[in-house]
């Protein structure tokens, strides 16, 4: 079989932990190209990853507009999601491109319409989706075990992405992230919520506050949403908290209990009311943290399987969309002080 053609758009820091490695350990993919206008990000990557066979270029639609990729990875600044996806879409290539989608929804649902329209491939880098706690999690709830859902808590929490990239100014700029730690962290777990629940969001209120950062956007958010049977969800993130990060979802249903990651990083405590009293312990190997050199997780060679037609795609550009819709809910009713619908 032919290899899938990939171009890394974006050198930065998760190309450099997620991305260009497992590209590298990938039977199904060669990366044959890379832009960044950061010329020493690329020689950076270049020399760490010893791409001496991998184009370089400091623009990205050399990249785009070239006929020798299949593929591309977007992984810039939120501002840019939108249109480079759309102009590798329009020139015939798939995209994994990173969360959040887009800076808002109008952005996004072009995006969504392009691929449609073009036939092409369009996953939004939705990353918790794919550690097996989570995955773990969702097939419990789908049995049955827990019995219907009535509360879901979620946080994800860090000391702010000064700590995790060099090339932090962006971040905290809303020209640029559209969105602080909402965007950031918090997309990630309203993600979550509806994928391992199969609920929907259909209404949110929420507060935001920017405390600490120099920034524009918020560095702290905790909202409410009321889910699709009338369960209530909780968010909590934050670009605040010291020592060991918060990363963790509790679903609690009409049966029992669900922590992921709550009481540790690498297991899923599941305690069952009824119809026998039980609680267990489900450990799996810890993946990885922020301070791991390589984030080995399957989500690109799923999109690799998905542009090689041998997989569905676990994450649909709808997804990425309602992502979106959420987030932008949330700082709407912060600015209103009031609960505020989502549609769709
Ligand atoms: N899915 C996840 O778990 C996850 C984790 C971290 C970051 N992200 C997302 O990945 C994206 C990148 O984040 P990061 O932490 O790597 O940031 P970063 O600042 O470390 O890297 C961004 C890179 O994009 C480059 N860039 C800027 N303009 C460009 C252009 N026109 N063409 C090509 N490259 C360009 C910058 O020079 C920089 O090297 C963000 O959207 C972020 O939200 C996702």
Redesign the pocket.
């Known amino acids: 079989m032919e290899k899938l053609r990939v171009g890394m758009?974006?050198?930065?820091?998760?190309?450099e932990v997620?991305h260009i490695p497992n590209l590298l350990s990938s039977d199904l993919a060669e990366l044959v190209a890379i832009?960044?206008?950061?010329a020493d990000?690329l020689r950076y990557v270049t020399k760490k990853f010893s791409l001496t066979n991998v184009k370089s270029f400091t623009d990205?639609r050399d990249i785009t507009n070239g006929d020798f990729v299949d593929a591309v990875i977007v992984?810039?600044?939120?501002h840019?999601?939108a249109v480079?996806s759309i102009d590798a879409l329009e020139h015939g290539k798939h995209v994994l491109v990173?969360?959040?989608m887009a800076t808002n929804s109008i952005e996004a649902t072009r995006m969504v319409e392009c691929a449609t329209n073009t036939e092409k491939i369009l996953m939004v880098?939705?990353?918790q989706r794919f550690f097996p706690h989570n995955q773990k999690a969702r097939e419990i709830i789908k049995s049955g075990m827990i019995g219907e859902i009535r509360l879901v808590k979620a946080a994800f929490g860090h000391s702010g992405?000064e700590n995790?990239?060099?090339?932090?100014g962006?971040f905290f700029d809303k020209d640029k992230a559209a969105f602080g730690a909402l965007g950031?962290l918090g997309v990630?777990k309203v993600d979550l919520i509806r994928y391992i629940t199969g609920l929907e969001v259909k209404e949110c209120v929420a507060l935001t506050a920017t405390l600490e950062k120099n920034a524009n956007v918020e560095d702290i958010a905790n909202g409410v949403m009321k889910l699709s049977n009338g369960a209530l969800a909780t968010l909590d993130a934050n670009w605040i908290t010291r020592g060991l990060e918060e990363n963790y979802i509790v679903v609690y249903g009409e049966n029992g209990t669900l922590k992921v990651g709550q009481t540790d990083p690498s297991k899923i405590d599941l305690y069952i009311a009824k119809p026998i009293a039980y609680h267990g312990e489900i450990v799996l190997k810890p993946l990885f943290t922020n301070e791991d050199p390589y984030w080995k997780l399957p989500v690109v060679e799923h999109f690799i399987k998905v542009c090689l037609g041998m997989e569905q795609p676990i994450v649909r550009p709808e997804d990425g969309l309602m992502s979106i819709k959420i987030i932008e809910k949330f700082l709407e009713s912060s600015k209103l002080q009031k609960v505020v619908e989502i549609d769709g």
């Open positions: 758009i974006g050198a930065g820091k998760i190309a997620l832009s960044d206008p950061n990000r990205y992984a810039v600044p939120n840019l999601h480079v990173e969360k959040p880098n939705h990353s992405p995790w990239t060099q090339n932090v962006w950031d990630h």
